[in-house]
């Protein structure tokens, strides 16, 4: 079994920067952070395997950075620039097993999900 518990979400305003943290515990060989914002379905935005490669989604390169503290289990999420159309609730998401697929940034690859922690960005 896999816990996750996010934290780390507030509300910026537009070009603002937050840092998200997921604690997690048990195994976790892959890791990601997702999104969701209201009346829309749910988004890849970065994704990590147990060797520090990482993915992102076109849309937030340059500006978020993934990252793992591998010996606290911890995964993190930097967030420079932030625009208001990226108000969501954002959501850390694992997987107990490593594939060929990892990292993805695919919603429907991780089986173990966090409650998720609120961004909001205004103007």
């Known amino acids: 079994q896999v816990h996750l518990v996010e934290s780390g979400g507030g509300s910026v305003q537009a070009g603002g920067s937050l840092r998200l943290s997921c604690a997690a515990s048990?195994?976790?060989?892959?890791m990601g952070w997702f999104r969701q914002a209201p009346g829309k379905e749910r988004e890849g935005v970065a994704a990590?395997?147990?060797?520090?490669?990482?993915s992102y989604s076109d849309s937030v390169k340059g500006r978020f950075t993934i990252s793992k503290d591998y010996a606290k289990n911890t995964l993190y999420l930097q967030m420079n620039s932030l625009k208001p159309e990226e108000t969501a609730m954002y959501y850390c998401?694992?997987?107990?097993?490593?594939?060929?697929?990892?990292?993805?940034?695919?919603?429907?690859?991780?089986?173990?999900w966090g409650q998720g922690t609120q961004v909001t960005v205004s103007n």
């Open positions: 998401a694992a997987t107990w097993y490593s594939g060929s697929w990892c990292p993805s940034v695919s919603p429907s690859k991780y089986n173990y």
């Open positions: 048990g195994t976790t060989y892959c």
């Open positions: 990590i395997d147990e060797d520090g490669l990482t």
